[in-house]
């Protein structure tokens, strides 16, 4: 007998068996998803470690084992403090931050400072569970190989301005103010913060002397720092010194019209300048300033506007290059012979990964500022829904099947259940939509969607979709996995310009063996495989791996968000499932869904979510109203007229109030009694909650029932601090208001002595 039938017959209560299963379900999946995770990372060169969200640790890789000691250590924290001193804190604040972005797939990075070297430290938030990547940059060469080699002096530094490497030319030709190791930036820079380009005043063993400062950022977020001397600049207007040759960093040296006299090996690389070509004026290197870059260069070399880095993008690359030039003087006296003149020394930083994010920031931007205006919009017409579903369902109370208006009143209700439907959609979309679990079977749910596909697809592309005859259902959100299918086609679609053919399929599959796949293990059991396959172009082997990544998109500027096929993947990770794709260049794309088919034998039973759909008014067999006094508060005039309308037919007493200050001003008038609060939760002034706190310090056995267009889980923590409190979404029909009163007033019936 296996362990979960055992414990079925030791628990024997329906209700317990019910809360344990879910429960040892969830803990077999999390010890899947653990195993997976190690088999992932068991071979990875760098320290990888996993714990949950409270640091507690769960696994080790074997290079963590051999570069940190980890025996006896439960604890993130514990494990590396024998190489971080301030392991404790660093830790602390990376959970702290991961609490506040719960979901956030993308990981955290941090490079610190050790005795010998640095760290650098990669968090990855997965759920259920939180990988530390530890790369010791010592032990990578990181550290001790820096600025081997060059004749002037080289830092690495962290974020926070810590020295994390210095190459020999640096130990010889600099000195700490006080003597000491250096340490920070601060220790030998006088004038901080750091200008790239600039002149700083910088410590050596001969006194204070000016350096120009070269930085160049690495995508780790540290940088790496060169101090040039007058001796490094280039010796005259055509030569360079072999330092400022081979230099990491993308230095140009500009006249002052503008003329590009040198540019280094970094710079012709960056700035795709042939080797031994012209190099011309900067302005026919660069583009984007906004105003002639000539103007602009005369501006810095005359100080008449302050130096700052200007972003602009390469002319001569055929992909999107873009750069962050910051321009330093030269003063003459320090010029390269034969110039006659102040010059300008340029310092380029790639900044094209820089300008990527700011766009997918932008975008991001825009994204939530269409879902905020698609939640409001949404609230507002579920309002307006209520009003007309409420008033239908009134009107079919007084003509039955028989009656000539009957079939038109139908309509009208039927087409506000469709629009009800797509304000659900729109709340989704904004998450503001209460997204809950339940039993779905494939086969109606694309049967539900297929009129909506196929206007999706449009004219050009055929759409086919086939099913398993033997299919099983799935526990899903019904809405969340529409929105998966919806956005899979519509990609399908934009991979066929020409037309052709999408086909769904839905298929049962039993795994007899875990199938490990593109570093997920799925683990064995029966599957519902739900595939999505086009005719289109097909992707890319290096692409197929970003594709899930947020923001990342291989349409047109304007053509897509990035963020569909990542949504995809975050709501197939939620259901519990996993997804795969599979494709060649001009071959087409295969999309497919592995979701654990739900088996009502052997599951516990799953609750149905209320409908946000409107449903005709179920015959009266709800009790009538005793004449229970009820204070209606809801500020938009139709929605409280179908309610107060509704009760009172049901023989109620109702008092309406617009607002939560006319709802408290008449609960302070003498021999003011109220059976029953019902009030909208969004109001201009106080909203439902506020007003309602403040009733209940002198009424505390009120019961409460609240109103929203949008859903309970929006209200979850507010509302569940109020006693005796109940939630409808709006729209509601008649039968789903009556229910939800009667039942309010049954409990306080039964509350009450």
């Given amino acids: 007998m296996s362990p979960l039938w055992s414990v079925a017959l030791i628990c024997g209560a329906g209700g317990l068996l019910a809360a344990l299963i879910p429960a040892l379900w969830a803990q077999s999946r999390r010890d899947a998803d653990l195993r997976a995770l190690a088999k992932v990372y068991h071979g990875d060169v760098d320290a990888v470690l996993i714990t949950d969200s409270r640091g507690k640790l769960e696994h080790a890789n074997p290079s963590a084992h051999t570069m940190l000691r980890l025996q006896g250590c439960d604890r993130i924290d514990l494990a590396l403090a024998q190489r971080l001193p301030n392991a404790a804190a660093v830790v602390a604040r990376h959970l702290a931050q991961l609490d506040q972005d719960l979901g956030a797939q993308i990981p955290a990075r941090e490079v610190l400072r050790l005795s010998k070297g640095g760290l650098r430290l990669a968090l990855h938030n997965t759920g259920d569970f939180v990988i530390w990547r530890i790369e010791f940059m010592e032990a990578r060469g990181e550290i001790s190989g820096f600025g081997a080699g060059l004749g002037l002096p080289a830092l690495l530094l962290s974020a926070e301005d810590e020295v994390l490497a210095i190459n020999d030319a640096a130990i010889a030709r600099l ?92 710079a012709q690389r960056l700035l795709a ?100 205006l698609a939640g409001g919009v949404a609230h507002d017409f579920n309002n307006v829904l209520t009003a007309i579903s409420g008033h239908t369902d009134l009107l079919l109370l007084r003509h039955d099947q028989g009656d000539p208006d009957f079939s038109d009143i139908e309509q009208i209700r039927q087409n506000t259940n469709r629009a009800t439907a797509l304000v659900g959609q729109l709340l989704a979309f904004s998450r503001k939509q209460s997204l809950a679990p339940e039993v779905v079977d494939l086969r109606d749910c694309l049967s539900d969607l297929g009129h909506l596909l196929n206007r999706l697809v449009g004219e050009t592309v055929r759409l086919r979709i086939a099913h398993d005859p033997a299919l099983m259902p799935i526990q899903a959100d019904r809405r969340q996995f529409e929105q998966v299918v919806m956005n899979l086609v519509v990609n399908a679609r934009d991979a066929m310009p020409e037309g052709g053919e999408i086909t769904v399929e839905t298929k049962m599959v039993t795994l007899d063996a875990p199938l ?15 595939q999505v396959r086009d005719q289109g172009t097909g992707i890319a082997p290096d692409k197929r791996d970003k594709i899930f990544e947020p923001f990342y998109t291989t349409k047109g500027v304007g053509k897509g968000t990035g963020l569909g096929l990542s949504m995809v993947y975050g709501i197939i990770k939620q259901t519990g499932g996993y997804i795969f794709v599979d494709s060649e260049l001009g071959q087409g794309a295969t999309f497919t869904i592995y979701c654990p088919a739900y088996d009502p034998a052997a599951a516990p ?27 209606l508060v809801e500020d938009e005039p139709p929605v409280r007229a179908f309610a107060a309308r509704a009760l009172r037919l049901r023989g109620y007493e109702v008092e309406e109030a617009e607002s939560a200050e006319a709802a408290l001003e008449k609960l302070r008038a003498p021999n003011c009694e109220v059976d029953l609060f019902i009030s909208d939760v969004v109001m201009p002034g106080r909203d439902g909650p506020s007003w309602v706190r403040e009733a209940l310090e002198t009424r505390p056995q009120t019961p409460v029932v609240f109103m929203s267009g949008y859903a309970e889980d929006v209200y979850q923590k507010t509302l569940g601090e109020i006693p005796n409190s109940a939630f409808l979404q709006k729209p509601f029909a008649l039968a789903d208001l009556l229910a939800k009163v009667e039942h309010q007033l049954q409990t306080r019936a039964e509350r009450l002595p």
Avoid at 184 to 206: E, F, M, N, W, Y
Avoid at 516 to 530: K, N, Q, S
């Fill in 175 to 266: 000195m700490a103010r006080d003597g000491k190791k250096i340490e920070r930036l601060a220790d030998i820079v006088d004038d901080l913060p750091l200008k790239s380009g600039q002149t700083h005043r910088v410590h050596s063993p001969r006194g204070v002397v000016d350096m120009r400062a070269a930085l160049a950022a690495r995508v780790d977020g540290t940088r790496e720092l060169f101090l040039l001397g007058p001796d490094h600049l280039p010796r005259n207007s055509t030569g360079l010194s072999e330092v400022f040759d081979a230099l990491p960093a993308a230095l140009l040296h500009v006249a002052g019209d503008g003329q590009v006299l040198v540019a280094n090996r970094a």
């Fill in 273 to 372: 300048i042939e080797a031994g070509g012209d190099l011309g004026p900067l302005g026919n290197l660069v583009e984007g300033l906004g105003r002639p870059v000539r103007d602009w260069v005369a501006d810095v070399l005359a100080e008449r506007v302050p130096n700052r880095p200007e972003m602009v993008r390469v002319r001569n690359r055929d992909d999107d290059c873009f750069v962050q030039i910051t321009l330093g003087r030269v003063v003459a006296e320090n010029a390269p012979a034969g110039l006659g003149g102040d010059t300008l020394l340029a310092v380029l930083h790639d900044a094209t990964e820089l300008k990527q994010l700011e766009a997918q920031f932008v975008q991001s931007q825009k994204m939530q500022a269409i879902g905020e």
């Fill in 516 to 530: 490990a796949r593109d570093r997920a293990l799925v683990p064995e059991g029966r599957y519902v495989t739900l």
């Fill in 605 to 631: 039973p799953v609750d149905t979510p209320n409908a946000a759909t409107p449903q005709a008014p179920a015959p009266a067999k709800q009790s009538k109203g005793r004449g229970e006094k009820i204070l």
